[in-house]
């Protein structure tokens, strides 16, 4: 392999449209025209905004050249990203990581917050395979949920949406494991996927992992590289790189993993508590 390879081949695009998503969460749009790049639902990209930082964001929207990465405000280099205006300019990396595996015929998928980011593209790769797919969208408020409106407009008949708020602003009134509990009643799926807050994947792999479903989530960790050089992203105990083993993990993968649900390291190491 290559360095250029192994670095993502960094390229410099640049941004034609910000989308909305929420008060707080945009999609920011760009073109790769030209680029030879290769992409699975799950994968990531290394973002480089100028004079700020590098960070990796979930590969949201797929429809080359026309390619998105939705972002919420967290922080500096979050920050300047949602704050970038047409025309300018940014460089990515990748696409990296694992994806998700589309072999399934009835899915269960469920996103809270932005953690929707990589499963919008996995929803339409499940649905062109004729998957029966049922959606939940879930977030604090019914203003926070993201692609809501999106998927409410979906009229396939293998695709059912269900929403969950904290507040009960709209669907499920509580947080996104009650809600799958109340599905589980009425409804069996042979693949739960999901990506968000990682307390609440943990509950969703508690609440299964003694059913035959099979699991799999998109983890989050912190990244300097985002092509297995740094080791910052490593998993307790078994070293696991989260930038190139993951960052989608099975049912099986995670209960190797100690620190799931538990804790992640910050940029220097330490250990920090979900």
Same mark, same amino acid.
């Given at each position: 392999?290559?360095?250029?390879?192994?670095?993502? $081949?960094? @390229?410099?695009?640049?941004?034609?449209?910000?989308v909305n998503e929420t008060e707080s969460v945009s999609t920011i749009i760009f073109d790769i025209k030209g680029a030879d790049f290769n992409f699975a639902p799950g994968q990531f990209l290394m973002i480089w905004i100028p004079g700020v930082d590098e960070i990796?964001?979930?590969?949201?929207?797929?429809?080359?050249?026309?390619?998105?990465?939705t972002v919420l405000p967290v922080g500096e280099a979050t920050d300047s990203l949602t704050s970038l205006q047409p025309n300018d300019w940014i460089? @990515?990396?990748g696409p990296f990581g694992?994806?998700?595996?589309?072999?399934s015929q009835k899915a269960l998928v469920v996103g809270g917050g932005v953690g929707m980011a990589p499963l919008r593209p996995l929803a339409v790769a499940l649905l062109k395979k004729e998957v029966e797919v049922t959606l939940v @969208?879930?977030?604090?408020?019914?203003?926070?949920?993201?692609?809501?409106?999106?998927?409410?407009?979906?009229?396939d008949t293998k695709f059912t949406l269900r929403t969950s708020t904290d507040?009960?602003?709209?669907?499920?009134?509580?947080?996104?494991?009650?809600?799958?509990?109340? @599905?589980?009643?009425? $409804?069996?799926f042979d693949t739960?996927?999901?990506?968000?807050?990682?307390?609440?994947?943990?509950?969703?792999?508690?609440?299964?992992?003694?059913?035959?479903?099979?699991?799999?989530?998109?983890?989050?960790?912190?990244?300097?590289?985002?092509?297995?050089?740094c080791g910052t992203c490593a998993l307790d105990p078994t070293?696991?790189?989260?930038?190139?083993?993951?960052?989608?993990?099975t049912g099986n993968n995670l209960s190797k993993i100690s620190e799931f649900g538990k804790y992640y390291r910050d940029a220097m190491g330490g250990k920090k508590k979900f």
């Open positions: 392999m290559s360095m250029d390879d192994l670095m993502g $081949n960094p @390229i410099s695009v640049k941004v034609s449209e910000l990796p964001m979930s590969i949201s929207l797929w429809e080359p050249p026309k390619v998105g990465i460089g @990515i990396r694992s994806s998700f595996t589309l072999e @969208i879930a977030a604090k408020t019914k203003q926070d949920l993201i692609f809501f409106e999106e998927f409410s407009q979906v009229s507040d009960g602003s709209v669907g499920f009134k509580g947080l996104a494991t009650d809600a799958v509990k109340e @599905i589980l009643k009425e $409804n069996e739960l996927y999901t990506c968000g807050p990682e307390l609440m994947m943990r509950g969703l792999y508690d609440g299964t992992k003694d059913s035959r479903m099979s699991f799999q989530a998109s983890l989050e960790r912190f990244m300097k590289c985002g092509c297995g050089i070293g696991s790189l989260v930038c190139v083993d993951g960052p989608v993990y």
